[in-house]
């Protein structure tokens, strides 16, 4: 029997938020269901790539920021 899991429930199994005994059981399905496999695969990439955006803006915007506040304090 292929058991169904929610999209929640397999964001926290990438994010290690399950207990022990639903980690399980999602790793035994994704043995058995190309399908899950190649879905939290995809979770997984997107997972990265969130991880890898830039939490803070570049030097360049931060200067022109300054800039244009700076423009305001002028009499």
Not at 11 to 35: C, G
Request: proline share 5%; with cysteine; hydrophobic share 35%.
């Amino acid at each position: 029997m292929i058991k169904t899991f929610t999209h929640e429930k397999l964001i926290r199994y990438l994010y290690n938020e399950l207990p022990a005994e639903e980690q399980q059981e999602i790793e035994q399905s994704l043995l058995h269901d190309p399908k899950l496999a190649s879905h939290c695969a995809d979770l997984l990439l997107a997972q990265r790539c969130l991880n890898d955006l830039r939490t803070a803006p570049s030097k360049e915007v931060t200067d022109s920021i300054l800039q244009y506040s700076r423009n305001f304090l002028r009499p």
